[in-house]
């Protein structure tokens, strides 16, 4: 029976012994059992993600490899003991504390002024947040967006939606006052018939292809260069004073001309009625008439004036008149 027994139990060891050196097995000699080792062929000494991968940095993350990444929980800065979390995989930390840590963790970026690892369209470093050209087009974003109307909006954020600026002066057209920047605006440019998009063509040599105008400074100082508060003498300004400022007047030229001539012929017209009338009456209705002209601005104030002087004369020289040929007949009836 004892006999048994011990067979019993050496079949039992022969059998179990294999097992348990099957289960002790380490093939790449780094402490871990094979049955536990993610990597068994591979000496690591990795504890979190993985056991006994390569763990370069010796932080517990195993080093990423083709068939475990950082995206699926291996380390993202394998050479760095104090970093292994990157979740939008831009290079910055996902740990707080540290000089690069990503300030905007869910979203991908490279930006490192201000904040770390945010959205840098333009690739300026600076993030788009504080960036004052955010696509890197040139056109500051608030100037893009006042640049843009009810039918063209420009977006501040996309380089491929950029204002006109044909002067290069980061000022959209539409905002600036001067587009060629010759230093004339383009409102003036634009009255003279200028080309306010041509640098090379001013108010001042637009005729004949010279200049034909001066800066006046005072004094003798004198040049081509436009200032608001000096005075402009130039052949462009002249047309401009004869054609924009003078139109008008010079347009009623010819109406006061007529006006002119009307009043003068009406005035010389009474003139020679009161030098050949010889009634007092009818003199006295004259002077009736010359008071309505004037009155109604037919006549001129001082021609009223000088026709009620003739009349005055008139009436004297007939008073005058009368008086002698009474006397006489006085004289004649007394002999």
């Known amino acids: 029976m004892r006999v ?10 022969v059998l179990f012994l294999p097992t348990a050196m099957a289960d002790e097995v380490d093939s790449d000699q780094d402490g871990f059992d094979d049955s536990n080792d ?14 006994g991968c390569l763990d370069i940095d010796g932080d517990g993350w195993s080093n990423p490899d083709s ?15 104090n970093a292994w979390l990157d979740l939008d995989q831009d290079g910055f930390p996902n740990h707080l504390g540290l000089d690069d840590s990503d300030d905007c963790p869910f979203t991908p970026g490279y930006s490192r002024v201000i904040l770390n690892g945010c959205s840098d369209l333009d690739s300026d470093f600076v993030p788009d947040l504080y960036d004052d050209d955010a696509d890197g087009d040139g056109i500051r974003n608030e100037m893009e967006r006042a640049a843009s109307t009810g039918l063209n909006l420009f977006d501040p954020f996309s380089a491929e939606s950029t204002p006109s600026d044909v002067d290069f002066d980061t000022i959209p057209d ?7 920047n010759d ?42 260069q436009y200032d608001e508060g000096e005075i ?22 010819p ?18 009625l009161i030098e050949l009338e010889n009634d007092l009456e009818r003199l006295f209705d004259i002077e009736q008439e010359v008071n309505e002209l004037v009155r109604g601005r037919t006549l001129k104030v001082y021609h009223g004036l ?11 020289v007939l008073t005058d008149r009368n008086s002698l040929s009474k006397s006489r007949y006085d004289g004649f009836e007394a002999e």
Do not use: M
Not at 38 to 51: A, K, M, Q
Not at 255 to 272: D, E, G, P
Not at 306 to 316: D, K, S
């Open 4 to 13: 048994a027994i011990h067979w019993v139990a050496i079949v039992g060891l």
């Open 38 to 51: 993610s990597c068994p062929d591979v000496y690591g000494n990795s504890t979190l993600d993985r056991i």
């Open 67 to 81: 068939n475990w990444t950082a995206s699926q929980g291996a380390d993202a800065f394998p050479s760095r003991a």
């Open 174 to 180: 539409v905002l600036d006052s001067d587009n060629d």
């Open 183 to 224: 230093g004339w605006p383009d409102e003036l440019e634009i009255e003279r018939n200028s080309d306010h998009l041509n640098r090379e063509e001013t108010p001042l040599n637009k005729y004949f292809g010279i200049q034909t105008g001066i800066i006046y400074h005072g004094g003798f100082t004198f040049d081509n």
């Open 232 to 253: 402009e003498l130039s052949l462009s300004w002249f047309i401009s004073v004869l054609t924009g400022e003078l139109v008008i007047p010079i347009a009623l030229i």
């Open 255 to 272: 109406i006061y001309v007529f006006i002119f001539v009307v009043r003068q012929r009406k005035y010389n017209t009474i003139l020679t």
């Open 306 to 316: 000088v026709l009620r002087n003739a009349i005055e004369e008139r009436e004297n």
